[in-house]
Structure formats: structure tokens, C-alpha cells
């Protein structure tokens, strides 16, 4: 035998008394699920045995096996102990519902006698559901996490064989009461409801990733004792590192899968926007004003505004001083306006098209140009604004767009022009729907939006003569951007400019309550824009918004722009545009290219019959949430650190007087709302993807072949998006 197999081998900690009690609650399992299979009323199935077998067996690795030997030497043998003992132990013992086996395993006299008790005095029961409820569970389980890996806490268990069994006794018992709420094994049933599950896993997730990380990315070695048994710093902190990732990856994992079931539970069993407008359509009947009709009201006093806020920009931008942290134009647009546009898209909708200035100016100037001529029908796509939003992720960087207030006002200006030229030559919104870039995010981001433009009742659209929606009437014009209400699905395309809601006689259009994402799932025929699964320019649309957010976020944070100014200073002075474009083209193009081609020949394997651009095109709009995750984690980030910024560059330009920015300093809570938005838009993404796969292939098998390669996607993306959050990122609109 090897030297290697006699390590093995005889590194096995084996505790006979830890054995045998294994064995014994082993035997007691089986024997109380062999009694409880003889019951009629009962049903016991092979499932719920494997799993508290698996359950014990790991438990049984965490603590007798090499793991156990090698713990005080590696710190990532430690971690993997953690991760069985808190994260896979507990879920498989519970999901076997181990508590009525093992009561009918005992002797029915030690049961009635001995248990019977206790199991019936009260004060125990109430302990019980006490110690089991959410809030105490997640708290017992978040707290054991955070304590045991201080570094005296963790110290003091590497040099006590009882204080490390006090640790892993720990581990594994606030893992039972963590997961309880998850598994709901019974007795009893918590009063908390199934989504309250969700944000329950997130927020523990985040307490784990938050913790990987420090062993990750701190640079510094965290417990001594691991540095007195290695040779160099480097093997300690290569080690602290791998500890760091096992916790994090596959504790990710474990996290979000039980998640993911969760959300789809909720989206699948939620209230059908039918419901919903039944019970609008009796409220506006019974004389109260729909939210559409009281938005619609005020939507040209709140375009105005922003008009007198873009004029006041603009002003500024040009004439006012060129540093970034006290001009209007430095701050406003790619702080504020970004800021509180993603906010708008994930809590009501495109309120900020609705609110438009550019759309302002447009209809006024109509009132003296024509708007006669038909846009070209090989413009009508997606692709011009699909490489305007290409160069608006190069130019952003490449040029410091963002730091030169100058710039920033012709941008706003020129956005004035193009609209007045574009609507007032040519008939209805082509520049909303063939030209616009921010249009187009805005587009996007409102396919996971909870309100729709819709119709409250199909029969009064049925019954309807005259189709005002569309087509007009004397006293407002229909929907300038073709989006026939009876045939409308989703936000896509939809400026929310309310002109339907306005131009309908019936009063049947609203916004209307949906479940975000939900029209992902499915691919009609959507009015004005096809098939989903038939636009390749809207799918390279998508792919530029998702792989942009990650792009453009990577391109803040200190090892890229370190490795791009090292760069910089060896190809020389005017090389930055074109590391930039290089950096761009790359992550926002070659990678998506490559990413989706992949998945769809993967999952081309399991989908016969269908052409590889068909399959892409089809689970290509699933990864939106995950992109917007990542737009508004980003995004939250800047309007956290830079929401005070504009008061003192609106002093100085109403008053002529300059004051001192401060550098704020980042919120503690900011990066766990971060990775909290992330995980949000990849639990959706999963959502979104199952719900396609299924539809597509109809088995469960055929579904999880189909769709695995587009998972794998989503969860790069998300491992991407997590390394950029856990970066120092540059600031905006501060001294730099």
C-alpha cells in the first residue's frame, strides 16, 4: 500500500461513542419507517429514508472523517466541515421528516412513559416553536456563522477539543432550526408565508457571501495558528482563500436552489391579472379614478419640470465651471436621473419616458413641422439604437463622458435635436422606437416591471368601433409607437405616455398589476413587434444590456482600471480609446457571442428540429432580470455615495458660491442591498428559464437538458457580478 492510501487511512478520526450513536439514531429511522410504511393512511416512499440516511452519513464525514484530522492544519478542510455541518446535513435530515419515524423507532412504553411528558408539557412547546420561528432561527444561524469565525472565538476551538465540539455541536443545531422554516418537516406549520422564505435564504446568503469574501479578498491571514504550521505567508493565505471559496460557491448554491423553488412556488401560485381587473374595472364603475388616468393628468406639468431641470443642465454644463462635483451637468444626469430611472422601473415603471423633455420639445415643434414622411422600413429594428448603446458603453470610459460636464451638455442637447428633427419629419415616435438608446434600457428594464399598460377587459375591447387607442380621436392622438392594446403584451416598445389611456372611450386601459417577468415566460405575437423568438436585433439588443451591465460596471472597479492605465502608460498617450474598445468589444460582444452560441448548441441536443438562432433567441430574454440586477446594484452604488452631491452645485449656481464636496463614505449596508439586487435578478433569470423550458419541452428530464446551458450562463454572470461588487469602485460626481 502507497504512502499516500496509509495517510488515508489512517487519518479517519474515528470516536466509537460519535459512531455508535449515528448507528443507533440510523436504526431507529429505519425502524419507525419500516412501522409507519404499515399504516394505510400514511405514505412513505424511499426518498425520505435516503435522505436521512445521506443526512447522517454527512454528518458522519463532517466529524470522524479526514476532514476532522486535517481541520487545525487547513483552514478550507475547516471550511468544508462548516459548510456539511450547517448547510447539507441538516436540509437532507429534515427533508426525511424525521420526527414521527423516529418517535414510532422507540419502544412505544420509553415513548408514552418517558417521551410522552415532555412532548405534551407546554412550556417545552413553546420553546420549541419559539426556537424554530424565522426571525429567532435566522438570527440563532446567522449569529453561530459570525461568532464562531472570530478570530479568538475560532482560535479558542482550535486549541479545545471541547470548545471545537461546542462549535460544530453549533453549527449543526442552529442548521436544524434555520432550515426548519424552509423544510416545514412538521409537527405544526409556520405562520410566516412561503415567500417570507425568499428574502429569508437571500439575506442569510448575503451574511455568507459577505463572510467568504473577507477570507477571499482581506490579504492578510486571519488566524495565526494556520500560519505557524505552513512554510510561507503565501501557502497560509492560498489556503484562506480556498476556505473562502468553498464557502462561498457551494454555500451559494445551496442558498439560492432552495430559493429558486420558492420563487417559483410564489410566481406560479400568485394572483391572476384577471382577478386584478375585475376588480379595477368595479372600482372605476363605482367613480374612482384609475392610477393610469391621474398619472395622465399629470404628465405634462411633470415634462415641464423636467424640461426647466434639462435647460438648468445644460446651462451649466456649458457655462459653469468644468469640475465634475460641482456642476449640475456632472451630477444630476449620471447620478440622480440613472438613479431614480432604475428605482421607477423595478417599483411602478417607465416613468421616466412618461416624463420625458425630449418627447416635450417634440410636440411642440410639431405644432409648425409636418411629420409627413414614413420612417425607412430597413431602420425599423432595433439595430441603430443597438449601436448607439454600444457606443455609449465605449465613449462612456474612452472619454471620461461622465467627468466632463461639457460633453455631458451636448449629449443632453443633441438628444433635444434628434428628437425635434427625427418627430418632426417623420409620423408617430420613431425616434422613442427606432432611435433611442435610453428609451431602449428603459424598454428593457420594463419587461420585469409590476405594471403594465393594458387592457382591464377583452369583451369591451371586442365590442369597440371605433379603436381610438390606436388610430385617435379630435381630442388626443392613439399610440404614436403602433402598440394595438387588444394584441399588446408587455411593456416592450411602451413609453407609458399614456396617450391610449387618454384616447380610450371606455375608460379600459390602466396600469395593471403583474407579476415581474411574467411576460418572459411566454412568446406570443406581441403587437408591433412579432415573436420574440423571431427579432434578432432584439436579442442583440438584450445581450448589449445584459453583458453591458457588467461591463460597464467592471470598468469602474481598481484592478481593471489599474490594469488599463498599465496599459495606458506602455502603449502610450492616445492609446485609452482603444484599450477601452478593446475592453468593450470584448466583454459586451465576443463573450455574449460565444456565451449564447454555446448554450444553444447545448441545448439543440435535447430541442431537435430547432435551429441553433431559434433556441438563442427564445431563452435569450430570460437573462433580462439578471442584467438589470446588475444596472441597478451598479447604479445603487453611485446614488448611495452621491445622493447629497447636488446641493451644493445647485448653491453654486443659483447663489455664485462654492462649497467643499465631501467624500462620503460607503454605508455598511450598501453591499449586502447590493448583492441582495443581484440575487433577486438571478432568482428571477431561474424563474424565467424554467418557465421556457418547461413550455418548450413539457417533460421535467427533456426541460433540465434544455435548459442547463442557459443556467450555467446566468450563474457566470452572477459569479461575475458578485467579484465586481465585492471591488473598490470609483465614485461619481466626487473629488477624484
Same mark, same amino acid.
Not at 618 to 630: D, K
Given at each position: 500500500?502507497?504512502?499516500? !492510501? ?27 419507517? &419500516? ?113 464562531? =469565525? ?17 462549535? =460544530? ?38 451574511? #455568507? ?17 494556520? !500560519?505557524?504550521? =505552513? ?52 372600482? %372605476? ?73 425630449? %418627447? ?23 439595430? %441603430? ?122 375608460? #379600459? ?42 461591463? #460597464? ?54 430541442? &431537435? ?40 452645485? +445647485? ?65 457566470? +454572470? ?6 465586481? +461588487? ?11
Amino acid at each position: 500500500m502507497n504512502s499516500a !492510501a496509509t495517510a488515508a487511512l489512517t487519518s479517519w478520526n474515528l470516536d466509537g461513542p460519535v459512531s455508535a450513536v449515528l448507528l443507533l439514531l440510523c436504526a431507529i429511522y429505519v425502524r419507525g419507517w &419500516r412501522r409507519e410504511r404499515l399504516l394505510i393512511h400514511l405514505q412513505s416512499d424511499s426518498l425520505r429514508l435516503t435522505g436521512f440516511l445521506s443526512g447522517v452519513f454527512v454528518l458522519f464525514v463532517a466529524v470522524e472523517s479526514p476532514l476532522d484530522s486535517f481541520d487545525g492544519t487547513y483552514l478550507a478542510a475547516h471550511m468544508a466541515q462548516h459548510l456539511l455541518l450547517m448547510m447539507v446535513a441538516p436540509p437532507l435530515i429534515l427533508l426525511s421528516h424525521p420526527v414521527l419515524p423516529l418517535l414510532k423507532g422507540l419502544p412505544k412504553s420509553f415513548v408514552k412513559e418517558g417521551l410522552g411528558p415532555f412532548l405534551t408539557w407546554r412550556p417545552l412547546r413553546s420553546f420549541l416553536e419559539w426556537l424554530t420561528a424565522p426571525l429567532v432561527a435566522w438570527l440563532l444561524f446567522v449569529a453561530s456563522t459570525i461568532v464562531w =469565525h472570530l478570530p479568538y472565538c475560532y482560535e479558542l476551538a482550535l486549541g479545545s477539543r471541547v470548545w471545537h465540539g461546542a462549535q =460544530h455541536a453549533s453549527f449543526f443545531w442552529t442548521g436544524i432550526v434555520f432550515w426548519w422554516f424552509i423544510v416545514e418537516p412538521g409537527p405544526g406549520k409556520s405562520r410566516w408565508p412561503r415567500w417570507a422564505g425568499i428574502p429569508y435564504l437571500l439575506t442569510a446568503d448575503i451574511v #455568507n457571501t459577505a463572510l467568504s469574501a473577507i477570507f477571499v479578498f482581506s490579504g492578510r491571514v486571519l488566524y495565526p495558528s494556520y !500560519a505557524a504550521v =505552513h512554510l510561507t505567508r503565501a501557502q497560509t493565505l492560498s489556503d484562506q482563500t480556498l476556505g473562502g471559496l468553498i464557502m462561498w460557491v457551494p454555500g451559494e448554491i445551496i442558498y439560492l436552489i432552495p430559493a429558486f423553488f420558492l420563487t417559483m412556488r410564489v410566481l406560479t401560485g400568485s394572483k391572476r391579472q384577471g382577478e386584478y381587473i375585475v376588480r379595477q374595472a368595479r372600482a %372605476t364603475r363605482a367613480g374612482r379614478r384609475s392610477l393610469a388616468a391621474n398619472l395622465a393628468r399629470w404628465r405634462r406639468p411633470i415634462q415641464l419640470a423636467m424640461l426647466l431641470v434639462s435647460l438648468l443642465v445644460i446651462a451649466d454644463g456649458f457655462w459653469g465651471p468644468q469640475i465634475t462635483p460641482i456642476n449640475l451637468a456632472g451630477i444630476l444626469p449620471w447620478i440622480h436621473w440613472r438613479g431614480l430611472s432604475v428605482l421607477s422601473l423595478l417599483f411602478l415603471g417607465n416613468l421616466f419616458c412618461m416624463a420625458c423633455p425630449f %418627447t416635450f420639445v417634440r410636440d411642440l415643434g410639431r405644432k409648425v413641422m409636418p411629420a409627413r414622411l414614413r420612417w425607412p422600413r430597413q431602420l425599423r429594428n432595433k439595430w %441603430t439604437p443597438a449601436l448607439l448603446f454600444l457606443l455609449y458603453l465605449w465613449s462612456y470610459e474612452a472619454f471620461g463622458v461622465w467627468d466632463s460636464p461639457w460633453i455631458t451638455a451636448w449629449i443632453i442637447a443633441g438628444y433635444f435635436g434628434a428628437a425635434l428633427v427625427v418627430d418632426g419629419l417623420f409620423r408617430g415616435a420613431s425616434f422613442c422606437k427606432y432611435v433611442c438608446p435610453i428609451g431602449q434600457f428603459n424598454f428593457i428594464s420594463s419587461l420585469i416591471s409590476p405594471r403594465e399598460v393594458a387592457i382591464k377587459s377583452p369583451q369591451v375591447c371586442r365590442s369597440c368601433q371605433t379603436y381610438d387607442c390606436i388610430r385617435g380621436n379630435e381630442q388626443t392622438h392613439g399610440c404614436e409607437l403602433y402598440l394595438f392594446q387588444p394584441k399588446k403584451s408587455g411593456n416592450l416598445d411602451c413609453t407609458f405616455c399614456l396617450d391610449c389611456v387618454k384616447a380610450c372611450p371606455h375608460g #379600459n386601459i390602466d396600469l395593471v398589476s403583474i407579476t415581474p417577468a411574467q411576460t418572459l415566460t411566454a412568446d406570443p405575437y406581441r403587437s408591433s413587434i412579432g415573436r420574440l423568438s423571431s427579432r434578432t436585433d432584439l436579442a442583440v439588443l438584450v445581450l448589449l444590456f445584459v453583458f453591458g451591465a457588467f461591463v #460597464n460596471a467592471a470598468g469602474m472597479v481598481a484592478p481593471v482600471v489599474m490594469r488599463e492605465h498599465a496599459w495606458h502608460a506602455s502603449l502610450g498617450m492616445d492609446a485609452m480609446p482603444w484599450i477601452v474598445g478593446a475592453f468593450v468589444l470584448v466583454g459586451a460582444v465576443l463573450v455574449p457571442a460565444m456565451a449564447v452560441s454555446a448554450a444553444g448548441f447545448l441545448s439543440k441536443i435535447s430541442w &431537435r428540429g430547432r435551429k441553433v438562432g431559434t433556441i438563442v433567441r427564445r431563452f435569450v430574454f430570460a437573462l433580462v432580470p439578471i442584467g438589470f440586477g446588475m444596472w441597478a446594484a451598479h447604479i445603487l452604488y453611485h446614488l448611495a455615495t452621491g445622493w447629497n452631491a447636488p446641493w451644493p452645485a +445647485l448653491a453654486r449656481a443659483l447663489a455664485g458660491t462654492a462649497a467643499a464636496v465631501a467624500l462620503p463614505a460607503v454605508p455598511s449596508w450598501l453591499t449586502p442591498l447590493q448583492i441582495l439586487t443581484l440575487n433577486a435578478g438571478l432568482l428571477l433569470t431561474l424563474w424565467v428559464l424554467w418557465k421556457v423550458a418547461t413550455e418548450s419541452a413539457g417533460q421535467v428530464r427533456a426541460a433540465v437538458a434544455l435548459v442547463w446551458p442557459w443556467m450555467a450562463v446566468s450563474v457566470g +454572470l452572477y459569479a461575475a457580478g458578485v467579484w465586481v +461588487l465585492f471591488q473598490p469602485m470609483q465614485m461619481r460626481g466626487m473629488m477624484h
